[in-house]
């Protein structure tokens, strides 16, 4: 066994921490970063009851706070009675240990009820971004999720007084069990729109009526507490014990986000939602400036007066508050609406958060006409925008690298034999129930006899027919290109938009169109726009256009990345209803010797359901300990460069 107290302290001070990779046993001297209890429980939200698999009590969870170039420990526990739990670290890739990636039957076996698990992560230093954890099974991920936020190593490149999180969900009256029922039951029916967003865990369903919230009600501090001083590290002051952690609440008033005048922040949007498509306007403010998307690479600054974010995606924004002054010039308001609608789903949602800059002001009604006329068209916003703030450090594959393209369809077929309606990727549809035990698992147990066949795959869109996976080799850089289609079932010829996000590593997002995919003309467009791609791990594959001919190109989506990172990994859309209906592909990375790192004798533990890595309440957990370093993150002394380069900056 291993005391931990010296390690969290050692941690805690930034100091280099030694991590022995073995075997140990995590008993009561071992005290984890942070713990996350996983419950199902009846859950107060949209003016509703809804019984919710929630996160320490409230949906969204608490947001966790994690270190740049550090090790830490989460541990996850399944206090629900019957269901099974993963969690997925949402952007952070190749950051995980082994059967780590929160993927049942991909990567891991699922934490069976009453046990926990725990997750070890390993950040770098140019790691610093907003992500979120979410739970990877079935429907959960509706509400089992919370932020995730890894600090800045030294100054940050942008400079800001305090943060704020925008996390944002979907609000269904229907149990996620009833959801799970209509995508997995024949005849396949779906849902096909919201009945609320949730910003904050706090919102207003369809059919419900706001109400007026009293002065110095709630507050909305969620994430607050972290600035980023001229030339300095980060800085946290948690003045409020809430800054964290979200409060259910049973009123029926708006979501609220408190600022003060005369200050910049750092507004992070996250994407929580498992169905919808965002855009949003903040009333009386028309210039946001996103500096990040997706985590891991700043981006140069681009402005904006509205954002589009869809599930899955993040994007971090410097926004500069009014000073009184402009407040008083303004009418002596204090409150201001956030306007945001979902996009691309028949009868749209409408909802408001309220930017208030005096916690003692009233939180008013909704407005009664629209503040904004937010665009409709969605397929072209930032498109071949978002270049990296340090050119230097990016490693984007130019076309003459591209060793093979994989194209994949997203179609929506009928199963022949189950009658069902799926979704498909390169003519596979894979859900949770595709293998009888993780890939991973296989590939431990059975070396390279469960690797699928390269030669078998390059001849079937990209998977072997054995394995049902794709394969990919260490050194190859790939283009992948999704294809949009119309359908051949449901309604032949509707087209609809996806989030695709990638896991192990992120991508270089090469652009998309209308139409079938033309490398060429892309390349020449990319050449002639000198266009150099910021690092993604979710974006959009659009439709433009509402129906065309059954089978037919709609649009396209493409992806460069270079391999690297041996293991099992997904790409998938990010809508859960799409992903529980087989929009799922499994990646295996590299052959059986590069992805079987942990010793034979040492992986036993992970290769059956509930093993002994699993803890629950009569035996601690014995796993491997994984990573073997020290905390790379020296913090810059003041007015020094950080570890990005001297790139500090007013926004």
């Not at 140019?126 to 992500?131: A, E, H, L, N, P």
């Not at 009664?368 to 984007?396: C, H, K, M």
């Amino acid at each position: 066994m291993r005391a931990r107290t010296l390690f969290s302290l050692l941690l805690g001070a930034w100091l280099p921490a030694a991590v022995l990779a073995d075997t140990v046993v995590h008993d009561d001297s071992f005290a984890p970063d942070h713990v996350l209890r996983v419950t199902y429980a009846e859950a107060t939200t949209e003016c509703e009851t809804r019984s919710s698999v929630i996160v320490n009590g409230t949906t969204p969870g608490p947001a966790i706070h994690l270190l740049p170039g550090a090790i830490s420990w989460i541990r996850v526990y399944n206090d629900m009675t019957d269901q099974n739990l993963t969690m997925h670290w949402h952007g952070l890739v190749q950051r995980l240990a082994p059967f780590g990636d929160g993927t049942p039957l991909a990567s891991q076996w699922p934490i069976p009820p009453g046990h926990f698990f725990d997750y070890e992560i390993s950040t770098e230093v140019d790691d610093s971004g907003t992500y979120f954890y979410h739970s990877h099974v079935g429907m959960q991920a509706m509400t089992c999720s919370g932020p995730l936020i890894v600090d800045d190593c030294g100054a940050s490149p942008y400079i800001y007084d305090d943060e704020r999180i925008f996390h944002f969900q979907d609000y269904f009256f229907q149990t996620d069990c009833q959801l799970f029922g209509e995508v997995t039951s024949p005849p396949f029916t779906g849902f096909g729109r919201t009945d609320g967003i949730l910003l904050n865990g706090k919102g207003v369903a369809n059919g419900k009526t706001a109400s007026t919230d009293a002065p110095g009600g709630d507050r909305g501090f969620f994430g607050g507490g972290h600035s980023s001083p001229p030339g300095r590290a980060p800085r946290r002051r948690l003045t409020r014990r809430d800054d964290d952690q979200t409060g259910m609440s049973s009123d029926y008033g708006l979501p609220v986000i408190d600022v003060e005048p005369g200050k910049t922040y750092r507004f992070r949007f996250i994407g929580g939602t498992g169905l919808s498509f965002l855009t949003m306007a903040l009333e009386g403010h028309g210039n946001l400036t996103i500096v990040q998307v997706d985590g891991s690479e700043y981006n140069a600054p681009v402005s904006t007066d509205h954002l589009q974010m869809g599930p899955g995606q993040r994007f971090d924004v410097m926004f500069k508050s009014k000073t009184v002054d402009e407040l008083v010039a303004d009418g002596n308001k204090s409150t201001y609406f956030l306007q945001f609608e979902t996009r691309e789903r028949l009868n749209p949602y409408r909802g408001y958060g309220v930017l208030r800059y005096s916690p003692d002001a009233m939180i008013p009604m909704p407005p009664s006409q629209p503040i904004f006329d937010l665009p409709t068209d969605v397929a072209n916003w930032l498109e071949y925008t978002f270049q990296p703030l340090n050119p230097g450090a990016n490693e984007f594959p130019t076309a003459a690298e591209v060793t093979r393209r994989v194209v994949i369809d997203a179609e929506l077929v009928n199963d022949a034999t189950t009658g069902r309606v799926m979704w498909e990727l390169a003519h596979l549809s894979w859900t949770e129930f595709t293998y009888q035990k993780p890939t991973l698992v296989d590939i431990y147990e059975r070396g390279q006899d469960a690797i699928p066949n390269f030669e078998a795959a390059v001849k079937n869109y990209g998977w072997d027919p054995a394995t049902k996976s794709f394969p990919a080799r260490i050194g190859e850089v790939l283009e992948i290109v999704l294809q949009n289609t119309g359908a051949t079932a449901g309604q032949p010829g509707s087209v609809e938009t996806h989030p695709f996000h990638a896991h192990s590593k992120h991508y270089y997002d090469i652009g998309s169109g209308k139409g079938k995919y033309d490398a060429d003309a892309n390349n020449a467009k990319l050449e002639q726009l000198g266009y150099r791609p910021v690092k993604r791990d979710t974006t959009m594959l659009f439709r433009y256009a509402d129906e065309v001919n059954a089978g037919e190109a709609a649009g396209w989506r493409a992806w460069r990345i270079r391999i690297t990172s041996p293991g099992v990994w997904m790409i998938h859309c990010h809508i859960l209803a799409h992903m529980m209906a087989g929009m799922q592909s499994v990646w295996v990375i590299g052959n059986a010797d590069q992805i079987r790192d942990i010793p034979l004798s040492m992986s036993q533990n992970y290769l059956t359901y509930g093993g002994s890595v699993m803890g629950n309440a009569t035996h601690s957990p014995s796993l491997f300990q994984y990573f073997n370093g020290t905390n790379k993150c020296r913090p810059a002394q003041a007015g020094q460069p950080n570890q990005l380069g001297n790139l500090s900056r007013r926004a």
